[in-house]
């Protein structure tokens, strides 16, 4: 964990999930973030869809 975590720690956190969940990923349908960020997931095949606003 850091307190202050920039674009490098972020992409290494979702390359370790998406390691962790192997096969599994493929089924996973949504991936809840935090909206102050903008990060992309490269060619992991994964996008970020925002959530309608309350």
């Known amino acids: ?3 202050n975590p920039d674009g490098a720690w ?3 956190q979702a390359h370790n999930l998406l390691i962790d969940l192997g096969d599994r990923a493929t089924a996973m ?3 809840v973030r ?3 960020v ?3 997931l490269g060619d992991t095949g994964w996008w ?3 959530s309608p606003d309350d």
């Open 38 to 40: 903008s990060e992309e």
């Open 1 to 3: 964990m850091t307190a």
């Open 34 to 36: 935090d909206r102050d």
């Open 10 to 12: 972020v992409a290494q």
């Open 48 to 50: 970020f869809e925002k």
């Open 29 to 31: 349908r949504f991936l």
